[in-house]
C-alpha cells in the first residue's frame, strides 16, 4: 500500500481558493441559519406572549419553520454547495494530471462541471450509481462475517470497522468523478463505468490508505474537542449563559474545522491516490466481470455506458468490449 499524502497536500494547498470559497459559503449558511430561526422565535414569543397564538399553533408553525428550513437547505446542498465540490473535485484532478494550476480555478471548475454535466440532474444520476455499485463492491470484497464467527466477542468491534469503511468509500465516488475528469470520453456513463473497474484493480491501496485517513481524522477532530473543552468549562464557571456560549464555540470551531479543512483534505489525499495509483492500469474486462459479480448494480452502470436500458442490460458486461467502448 503507497501513500501519497504529501502530493496530495500539496495538491491541496494549491487549490485553496476552492477550500476557501467552500468554507465560506459553509459560515453564510451557518448565519442564515442562525438569523432565520432567531428570529422564527423572537417572533413566536411576541405572539405567545400578546396572546394571539396559542401553543398549539406555535408548535406547529415551528414545525412548519423547519420543514421549510430543510426544503430550502437541500436545494441549497444539491444546486450549490455539491456544485461547487464537484467543481473543486475537476480543479483537484488537473492539478493531479498536469501539475499546473488554471489561471482562475473557480472559473475553470464551473466550465469543466458545465461541460461534462450539462445539468444537475446528471451529476446526481451519475454520482448516486456510483455510490450503490461501490457500496456493494466493497461489501463483498471486505467482508468480517469469518472473523466474527471465530472470535464473537470482535463483533461490536467489527461493527465500527464497517462503519468507518463505509464512511471511506463515501470519498472514493469523489475519487471517480475526478476520473471522468481527466478522461476524454465524452460518454459519462462509460467513464464512470471505467472508473469503477479501476477502482476494482486497486481498491486495496485506494480502500486502505482511505480507510486509514478517515480513523486519522476522527482521532484529531476528538483531540480538538478534548482540547477546546477547557473553554466551555472556563466561560461556564462565569455564569450558565457563558456556559452555553463556550459550547457554542467549542462545537462551531470543530465543526468548521472538520468540514472546512479535513474533509477537503481527505478528498484531496482519495483523488491523488485513485488517480495516481490508476496511471500504470487500464480498465479491462476481466475485471469488469469481477465487479459484476460482486455488485449487482454494476449492470445498470455498463447497460447506460453501452446505450441500453436497465431491462437490455443483461448480457455479460464484457460482451460490451466489442461495441469499441475503449475497455482493454
Given at each position: 500500500m503507497r501513500f501519497h499524502f504529501r502530493t496530495a497536500t500539496s495538491v491541496f494547498r494549491k487549490t485553496l481558493p476552492f477550500v476557501m470559497l467552500r468554507l465560506g459559503i459553509g459560515l453564510l449558511c451557518g448565519l442564515l441559519a442562525v438569523v432565520y430561526f432567531g428570529a422564527i422565535a423572537w417572533f413566536g414569543r411576541r405572539l405567545l406572549e400578546s396572546g394571539s397564538i396559542s401553543e398549539l399553533v406555535a408548535v406547529v408553525g415551528l414545525a412548519l419553520s423547519i420543514g421549510l428550513f430543510v426544503a430550502g437547505w437541500r436545494l441549497v446542498s444539491r444546486y450549490v454547495l455539491y456544485l461547487v465540490k464537484v467543481a473543486h473535485i475537476a480543479v483537484i484532478a488537473h492539478v493531479i494530471?498536469?501539475?499546473?494550476?488554471?489561471?482562475?480555478?473557480?472559473?475553470?471548475?464551473?466550465?469543466?462541471?458545465?461541460?461534462?454535466?450539462?445539468?444537475?440532474?446528471?451529476?446526481?444520476?451519475?454520482?448516486?450509481?456510483?455510490?450503490?455499485?461501490?457500496?456493494?463492491?466493497?461489501?463483498?470484497?471486505?467482508?468480517?462475517?469469518?472473523?466474527?464467527?471465530?472470535?464473537?466477542?470482535?463483533?461490536?468491534?467489527?461493527?465500527?470497522?464497517?462503519?468507518?469503511?463505509?464512511?471511506?468509500?463515501?470519498?472514493?465516488?469523489?475519487?471517480?468523478?475526478?476520473?471522468?475528469?481527466?478522461?476524454?470520453?465524452?460518454?459519462?456513463?462509460?467513464?464512470?463505468?471505467?472508473?469503477?473497474?479501476?477502482?476494482?484493480?486497486?481498491?486495496?491501496?485506494?480502500?486502505?490508505?482511505?480507510?486509514?485517513?478517515?480513523?486519522?481524522?476522527?482521532?484529531?477532530?476528538?483531540?480538538?474537542?478534548?482540547?477546546?473543552?477547557?473553554?466551555?468549562?472556563?466561560?461556564?464557571?462565569?455564569?450558565?449563559?457563558?456556559?452555553?456560549?463556550?459550547?457554542?464555540?467549542?462545537?462551531g470551531t470543530i465543526v468548521t474545522i472538520y468540514t472546512g479543512f479535513l474533509k477537503p483534505w481527505v478528498k484531496t489525499v482519495v483523488i491523488t491516490t485513485f488517480l495516481l495509483e490508476s496511471r500504470e492500469t487500464q480498465p479491462d474486462s476481466e475485471m469488469m466481470d469481477r465487479v459484476a459479480e460482486r455488485s449487482e448494480r454494476f449492470q445498470e452502470l455498463v447497460g447506460k455506458a453501452d446505450g441500453r436500458s436497465a431491462e437490455e442490460g443483461s448480457q455479460p458486461p464484457s460482451e460490451s468490449i466489442a461495441s469499441g467502448d475503449g475497455i482493454r
Open positions: 494530471e498536469t501539475g499546473e494550476v488554471p489561471s482562475n480555478q473557480i472559473q475553470y471548475g464551473k466550465s469543466q462541471v458545465s461541460e461534462h454535466f450539462t445539468e444537475a440532474s446528471a451529476l446526481f444520476a451519475v454520482d448516486q450509481l456510483i455510490k450503490a455499485v461501490i457500496t456493494q463492491f466493497n461489501g463483498a470484497v471486505v467482508s468480517f462475517s469469518s472473523l466474527v464467527s471465530i472470535v464473537p466477542n470482535l463483533q461490536k468491534l467489527v461493527q465500527l470497522l464497517g462503519k468507518a469503511i463505509a464512511i471511506a468509500a463515501s470519498y472514493i465516488d469523489e475519487a471517480i468523478i475526478a476520473y471522468m475528469f481527466t478522461n476524454s470520453d465524452q460518454n459519462r456513463w462509460r467513464s464512470a463505468r471505467d472508473g469503477v473497474v479501476l477502482y476494482g484493480k486497486n481498491w486495496r491501496s485506494v480502500l486502505g490508505s482511505t480507510l486509514l485517513i478517515v480513523v486519522g481524522m476522527y482521532a484529531v477532530a476528538f483531540v480538538l474537542a478534548l482540547a477546546l473543552i477547557p473553554v466551555a468549562t472556563t466561560l461556564g464557571s462565569v455564569s450558565g449563559q457563558y456556559q452555553l456560549l463556550g459550547w457554542a464555540v467549542v462545537v
